[in-house]
């Protein structure tokens, strides 16, 4: 059965400094696909990323970065130069095929409250 | 960019009533699902729909939920006999290919 687990349920930092989330997730499949969505005080899921299992680049987008390891099973997410408007719930997510690789439904974690203070 | 329009955006109902959640997804997709975040918490698998048919249901799913596809266009998430601990966000989204998702922006559910 797939997991994901976020270790982190809450993290405060200033403005400006460095914040990385951490996703740790576990699979049987050699197929999968990893997420992360933010979710902003007014509850909309964002979409941020989304990274195949064969591909283990690094990506970067702006201030966001993604870490992607599959010897270890994690998939962190860094915010360098963080802001207030970064303040949100962001959610790690990994899908996977059913059995009759018709659905691949996504399997999230319990998320980290972000806070980031003037 | 084309989106998935959830309505309404807020309801509420008394304990015991049916609602229907409404959803159109995106116009190509073929793969729709129903999530569920209750206040506070992660967001949960409910069902996934391809085929006109579910291709798979969680156990959160039992036989107070059904989904329908009624007219090619809607989608539906009926709860006939809803309970307070239904209350929470219910999220659709859609996919064209099943590995990329477009949510919408969610119905927020009370039962009082």
């Known amino acids: 059965a797939q997991k994901v687990t976020q270790a982190q349920t809450e993290i405060s930092v200033v403005e400006k400094e460095d914040v990385t989330l951490d996703c740790v997730y576990e699979?049987?499949?050699?197929?999968?696909?990893l997420f992360w969505y933010k979710q902003p005080p007014s509850g909309e899921l964002v979409f941020l990323i989304r990274?195949?299992?064969?591909?283990?680049q690094n990506e970067i987008s702006g201030r966001y970065s993604w870490n992607f390891q599959k010897s270890t099973s994690s998939f962190n997410f860094t915010i360098t130069a963080s802001q207030v408007v970064d303040s949100a719930v962001y959610f790690c997510?990994?899908?996977?095929?059913?059995?009759?690789?018709?659905?691949?439904?996504?399997?999230f974690g319990k998320g980290t409250l972000l806070t980031v203070n003037p | 960019e084309p989106e998935v329009t959830q309505t309404p955006s807020h309801q509420v109902t008394q304990m015991g009533q049916e609602v229907i959640l409404r959803c159109v997804p995106i116009?190509?997709?073929?793969?729709f699902y129903w999530y569920r975040q209750i206040l506070g918490q992660k967001v949960e698998f409910l069902v996934s729909?391809?085929?006109?048919?579910?291709?798979?249901k969680s156990e959160i799913f039992d036989d107070q939920f059904s989904v329908e596809r009624p007219d090619g266009s809607n989608f539906t998430l009926k709860i006939r006999s809803t309970k307070l601990e239904d209350s929470a966000m219910y999220f659709c989204?859609?996919?064209?290919?099943?590995?990329?998702?477009?949510f919408g922006s969610g119905t927020r559910l009370t039962v009082v």
């Open positions: 989204a859609s996919s064209e290919t099943g590995t990329r998702y477009t």
């Open positions: 699979t049987r499949d050699t197929t999968y696909y």
């Open positions: 990274r195949n299992s064969f591909d283990e």
């Open positions: 997510a990994l899908s996977e095929a059913n059995s009759g690789g018709s659905n691949y439904k996504l399997t």
């Open positions: 116009s190509n997709h073929l793969y």
């Open positions: 729909f391809y085929n006109n048919e579910i291709s798979e």
